[in-house]
């Protein structure tokens, strides 16, 4: 039988996951991905937000990402920004199918590496962001932000107004 298991002893993981949830700190999002023999790896980590992280994806490789996302709330006077982490898997249209049968069972494994972790998204490549603030908006609670901030300029801002919708 295959060895389905995780090797996460790579040091770098849990630094980059630290550098990521820094209450203050820059970064946005992180990637990581599984190499020839199961071993985890950093693939990136960024700023740039969602788009950045989009763009590292690698469609022959299995990859878990963690993206920063702050529900915005602007009342004018006042505004609170809530983070959220959003877990995402993403499996490469290039990958084997025996490669794909073990992502869940690795998925959940990577997973427990990362606590405070709000909604985990399964990803292809045509995920928007729109995609992943509907999975917000399903596991949140009666209040909802005004936006959800997805990573550096308003292109990358969902916006939740009832009437106005969409992205802004």
């Given at each position: 039988?295959?060895?389905?298991?995780?090797?996460?002893?790579?040091?770098?993981?849990?630094?980059?996951?630290?550098?990521?949830?820094?209450?203050?700190?820059?970064?946005?999002?992180a990637l990581f991905g599984l190499n020839a023999s199961n071993k985890l790896e950093v693939m990136g980590c960024?700023?740039?937000?969602?788009?950045?992280?989009?763009?590292?994806?690698?469609?022959?490789?299995?990859?878990?990402?963690?993206?920063?996302?702050?529900?915005?709330?602007?009342?004018?006077?006042?505004?609170?920004?809530?983070?959220?982490?959003?877990?995402?898997?993403?499996?490469?249209?290039?990958?084997?199918?025996?490669?794909?049968?073990?992502?869940?069972?690795?998925?959940?494994?990577?997973?427990?590496?990362?606590?405070?972790?709000?909604?985990?998204v399964d990803i292809e490549d045509d995920v928007t962001i729109s995609d992943i603030a509907e999975k917000l908006?399903?596991?949140?609670?009666?209040?909802?932000?005004?936006?959800?901030?997805?990573?550096?300029?308003?292109?990358?801002?969902?916006?939740?107004?009832?009437?106005?919708?969409?992205?802004?």
């Amino acid at each position: 039988l295959y060895n389905m298991s995780v090797d996460v002893s790579d040091p770098a993981i849990r630094a980059t996951w630290e550098d990521l949830s820094q209450k203050d700190g820059d970064k946005n999002w992180a990637l990581f991905g599984l190499n020839a023999s199961n071993k985890l790896e950093v693939m990136g980590c960024g700023t740039g937000g969602f788009n950045e992280f989009k763009a590292s994806l690698d469609q022959s490789r299995v990859a878990f990402g963690i993206l920063l996302v702050h529900g915005v709330d602007d009342r004018g006077t006042t505004v609170s920004r809530r983070s959220k982490f959003v877990f995402l898997t993403y499996i490469g249209p290039n990958m084997s199918v025996l490669k794909k049968a073990r992502v869940s069972v690795q998925r959940e494994e990577v997973q427990r590496l990362f606590e405070g972790i709000q909604v985990s998204v399964d990803i292809e490549d045509d995920v928007t962001i729109s995609d992943i603030a509907e999975k917000l908006l399903a596991c949140g609670g009666a209040h909802k932000p005004g936006y959800y901030d997805f990573g550096p300029g308003d292109d990358q801002n969902y916006v939740l107004d009832f009437y106005v919708g969409g992205d802004k």
